[in-house]
């Protein structure tokens, strides 16, 4: 039997939160969080509530705290994350919690919106595709891949103080992914919108993020680039 | 209960979805998009290899008449040759206008669009051996499709009702759709979305089956809603068993593996699709290759202890390949299945991936039923995109990197033709109150039920069916059995019962829902697929091998109110090229 302590919520019953435990039968195998949630709901406690989709780490859905960590239940298995007798499922740190592991990601959304993540050329396209040389397409491995799972601003102490005016991780790692296309021209107006002393500069370089990306991207590098751009700028 | 009125409304934020309403709002329409979770977390994102289409970059010489002809082979000849012929000839601008977009597309070192090989391609006419024709962006080509896509909306300031669920269509009392009910998952709102012009872009319903590729998401809601508002269905015996989903897991596997030189091995170590497409191999029709797996495996050649999968074999590629082409690929087999590519091959069997049938289309998206002389007659106000609708450019087995084209191009093509509907003038009757309160009437029901059968055990119990009965290979008297258990599973299914009762972020009540939506899906596949007494693309009766173009060489159509199976002519006259002609079809 697996021990889980999960963190409950609901709006309309409960007046604060709380942890409730349940004992699974997992019949020893080495499942993935998520399996487990289904589970549980399946067979312990249908109201139980989460977000999950294409269950193999891609979609993004089921960013979660697990023991301690974030991460994504779908591609989380038992024997990482359990190392002691229990595991601890709570919603991601920091957002709002709508109800049980659900959280409110308009925040997180919102500053992803921010930095404008669409491709900005107006120079008039060619019947073809614009080229790009295979040199320049590899500036944008370890960018585009990001799935918004918001497992990285969620686990960042300067995005915890200031959600509102520190564009985050996950946003900023955007930011430089069209600083970075050989494609896109505005550079100058991109980087203009992010020069003040939140945006990017919140950064402390923690880490967190890099740490928990499911997804082994690496937003801290990201952020020193952004850095390093808007201080050539500024002299 | 609220109403909310929109010029457009897309229910679905996927591909389809998402291209229809970037084409509606650029064009200055109020125009929203309903989709239950955010849009990037829609089953697209999933897709991998690629898109199919020929903008002769890995050849010079390419022709979208070729790409024609390989499509229309791989549909067995039941793809519709007008809509075949549109999506092949204008994929290549909607390749280009999704690049235009920032599509973070792998290149050549020409600095074009890196194309790889992928199954059923050839040039010219099937004559010129294998083609590479699909575009690709690493193997995460669904996710920088869909991402690309959500950030040009945030651009054109697109209406999202994020994490709102479709429940039913509404009818006005001339039978034209004017919009459906949907939920607002996290406060239990419940409102009439008004609107003229529907777009379905809901995607497919893979979860019918216990074994499949798709997200827990693809629960046939377009599916559930049309046959419920007397929307037929076509060719819904139609579904793609994947030939590489990883063994125990499910998780897809990309065709681009072999389309890069993998191949899979039987348990001698054979590459036994030597003896089954002496030319194409491993990269036959995916139907091909899912049969003579089974086949493999049902004659004692399978691997594992229970000689229950085949292997992929990648290693001999290189790290150096793998890690640049087939990242992704790396990472879900060392997840799911616990072994390292660059190594040792990955246990693979054939998965439920994708459907064929849907609801029948026009190339401008419209949605058809057949009056009582047999004719194609528009419904009014309602289209449908994507895997949900049945163009028909798949017919009987579909593509490699067809689906994420046939989405782009009839999403864009939705929206361009209800854009200029929209300027003609679209004059439909409002609903009554009565025609609002039958749509509702279905959430009335489960909210008012005290008691019965819980969720999870009924779509455990659906799944099984389904993957039992209606598999990759078929017999007549099996699949009567499988459609008397569904006979008796309907009550239970319509009387679920919900297990939480708030409003708040409800997702049991969604599961109901959508477990209802999984059964119209399922049953309509079960019925037509005991209909159609012929082997064709993934549909493969034991009891009838032969094709037999005589009888079958038709689209079938299913009527959920009646149970009926009747039939629909397959379009053979494309506009600007000779028709291909049914032919034998081997690889």
Not at chain 1, 80 to 98: A, S
Not at chain 2, 65 to 85: F, P
Not at chain 2, 375 to 403: F, K, M, Q, W
Not at chain 2, 411 to 419: D, H, K, V
Request: aromatic share 8%.
């Amino acid at each position: 039997m697996l021990e889980v302590s999960l963190y409950r919520y609901n709006p309309e019953t409960d007046e604060a939160p709380y942890m409730q435990d349940f004992s699974v039968d997992t019949s020893g195998r080495d499942l993935m969080v998520l399996d487990v949630l289904e589970l549980i709901k399946a067979d312990y406690d249908g109201s139980v509530t989460y977000r999950r989709s294409c269950r193999e780490g891609v979609c993004g859905s089921d960013g979660l705290n697990m023991n301690g960590k974030n991460g994504l239940a779908c591609v989380t298995p038992l024997s990482e994350t359990v190392k002691g007798e229990k595991l601890v499922i709570r919603p991601l740190p920091g957002l709002p919690v709508i109800r049980d592991l659900v959280v409110d990601m308009s925040l997180f959304y919102a500053q992803y919106e921010k930095v404008q993540p669409y491709l900005q050329n107006p120079s008039p396209a060619p019947a073809i595709e614009r080229l790009q040389s295979p040199e320049e397409r590899a500036q944008l491995d370890g960018l585009y891949e990001c799935i918004l799972c918001a497992c990285c601003s969620t686990s960042c102490p300067s995005f915890w103080w200031n959600p509102d005016r520190f564009i985050g991780p996950a946003g900023l790692l955007q930011a430089y992914r069209f600083l970075a296309d050989s494609r896109d021209t505005a550079t100058e107006e991109r980087l203009g919108k992010l020069d003040d002393p939140f945006s990017v500069f919140r950064c402390h370089g923690i880490q967190n993020c890099v740490n928990v990306c499911p997804k082994g991207l690496n937003p801290t590098k990201a952020i020193g680039h952004i850095r390093t751009m808007l201080l050539n700028r500024a002299t | 209960m609220r109403t909310i009125s929109f010029d457009g409304v897309i229910v679905g934020g996927g591909g389809a979805g998402m291209r229809a309403a970037l084409q509606l709002a650029q064009s200055g329409y109020k125009t929203a998009v309903i989709s239950k979770v955010f849009p990037t977390r829609s089953h697209t994102v999933s897709a991998q290899g690629g898109i199919t289409c020929a903008i002769a970059s890995a050849d010079p010489e390419d022709d979208w008449r070729w790409h024609m002809y390989d499509t229309v082979k791989g549909s067995d000849y039941i793809g519709d040759q007008d809509a075949i012929e549109y999506m092949c000839s204008v994929g290549p601008e909607a390749i280009f206008e999704l690049e235009h977009m920032g599509l973070p597309f792998s290149r050549t070192e020409e600095g074009r669009i890196y194309q790889r090989p992928f199954g059923g391609q050839s040039k010219n006419f099937g004559e010129g051996g294998q083609a590479a024709r699909t575009c690709a962006a690493a193997d995460r080509t669904g996710h920088a499709l869909l991402h690309t896509l959500y950030q040009n909306n945030i651009k054109n300031e697109t209406v999202f009702f994020n994490e709102w669920f479709a429940v039913d269509l509404v009818k006005n009392q001339d039978g034209a759709v004017v919009g459906v009910i949907a939920i607002c998952i996290e406060t239990g709102e419940t409102v009439y979305v008004k609107s003229k012009a529907t777009v379905f872009a809901t995607g497919g319903a893979g979860r019918i089956y216990a074994s499949t590729t798709n997200a827990h998401i693809n629960t046939g809601d377009g599916m559930g809603m049309a046959l419920r508002a007397g929307v037929p269905a076509q060719d819904m015996e139609m579904w793609q068993f994947h030939p590489t989903g990883i063994y125990g897991a499910g998780t897809l596997v990309t065709e681009g593996c072999r389309g890069e030189g993998g191949y899979l091995v039987n348990k001698d170590g054979e590459r036994f699709m030597e003896r089954y497409a002496p030319n194409a191999k491993d990269l036959a029709g995916r139907d091909v290759v899912a049969r003579s797996m089974v086949l493999e495996i049902l004659e004692g050649r399978g691997c594992g202890p229970n000689g229950d999968h085949v292997k992929l074999k990648l290693d001999h590629l290189g790290e150096d390949v793998l890690e640049s082409r087939l990242p992704g690929i790396c990472e879900l087999s060392r997840t799911f299945a616990h072994v390292d590519p660059v190594k040792e091959p990955i246990p693979v069997v054939p998965t439920c991936h994708y459907m064929m049938g849907g609801i029948p289309t026009n190339v401008h998206g419209q949605a058809l039923t057949v009056d009582a002389s047999g004719n194609d007659t528009v419904i009014p106000g309602l289209y449908a995109c994507g895997e949900v609708a049945c163009v028909s450019v798949h017919g009987a087995n579909r593509l490699g990197g067809n689906s994420l084209l046939d989405l782009v191009v009839f999403g864009r093509a939705s929206g361009l033709f209800i854009e200029k509907s929209l300027r003609d003038g679209i004059e439909l009757r409002d609903a009554s109150q009565t025609d609002i309160d039958a749509a509702g009437s279905r959430l009335e029901a489960l909210n008012a039920r005290a008691s019965g059968e819980q969720v999870a055990p009924l779509r455990h119990e659906l799944q099984e069916i389904m993957q039992n009965h209606f598999g990759v290979f078929r017999t007549g008297e099996f699949m009567r059995e499988g459609i008397a258990k569904l006979d008796d599973l309907r009550t239970r299914v319509e009387n679920v019962a919900l297990a939480d009762r708030s409003n708040a972020f409800n997702t049991s009540r969604i599961e109901c829902l959508e477990l209802q939506n999984l059964f119209e899906t399922a049953e309509a596949t079960a019925i037509v697929a005991e209909a159609r007494d012929e082997s064709r693309g993934a549909h493969a009766r034991e009891d009838f091998t032969e094709r037999d173009d005589e009888n079958w060489l038709c689209h079938s159509l299913y009527q959920g109110e009646s149970k009926k199976v009747s039939k629909r002519s397959v379009n053979f006259t494309p506009q600007t090229v000779e028709t291909f002609q049914p032919m034998a079809r081997s690889y």
